[in-house]
């Protein structure tokens, strides 16, 4: 064999060596370091974007600290529909603080209203006693830390006959509905 031709063969195996080296060792690197980077930046993308929550987390908890006791207000003004013994109580209360005869509170029987923001129950409420009193009652009523809606306010102004003490002459009698929210 000519040394010109030992030369071509040698290049020949150099060259297959190298395209096979090429194909079957260097290409699969190349395409599992790709893989590799794509993973990379789809992990330091998700990094970045639960940093992002952790602040808005963090921003959303310092603002829940902020207005808490608003929360608890606002909870508040809603009464307990399983127990309302506390809102009947501050009913009664208010009417002895305004001298107003025997109040009476009957619970309706509950309605669900579709254009109710909240559920609510209903009480029909009936008392006696002076009306300045009552204006005061009622004043006292609308100011409460309960969120009430006052309907059907009927006052009718006591005739001699209906008049038992401790009612004097120019009381009334006052009948209405009261719905107040629930929780």
């Known amino acids: ?3 010109k031709r030992k030369t071509y063969i040698s290049l020949m195996i150099f060259g297959i060596f190298s395209v096979l080296l090429i194909v079957f060792v260097i290409y699969p690197s190349f395409i599992q370091i790709k893989k590799i980077s794509e993973d990379f930046v789809e992990e330091k993308r998700k ?22 006791p608003n929360l608890e207000k606002i909870d508040q003004l809603f009464i307990n529909p399983e127990f309302p013994i506390e809102f009947i109580e501050s009913l009664e209360k208010k009417a002895q603080e305004f ?3 025997k109040i009476e509170i009957s619970p309706l029987p509950r309605k669900e209203i579709k254009t ?3 559920p609510s129950l209903s009480f029909q409420i009936s008392l006696s006693g002076s ?3 009552f204006l005061r009652f009622f004043e006292k009523l609308e100011n409460s830390p309960y969120l009430i809606e ?3 306010l009927n006052l009718k102004k006591l005739t001699a006959g209906e008049i038992k003490p401790p009612l004097a002459e120019g009381d009334i009698y006052a009948s209405f509905l009261i ?3 629930s929780k």
Not at 49 to 66: Q, R
Request: glycine fraction near 4%.
């Open 1 to 3: 064999m000519s040394p």
């Open 47 to 68: 990094l970045i974007l639960f940093e992002k929550e952790m602040e808005n987390l963090k921003g959303i908890e310092s603002l829940y600290k902020k207005y808490q």
């Open 99 to 101: 001298q107003l005869g």
């Open 116 to 118: 109710d923001p909240w």
């Open 131 to 133: 009306f300045p009193n």
């Open 150 to 152: 006052i309907s059907n």
């Open 179 to 181: 719905k107040t929210y």
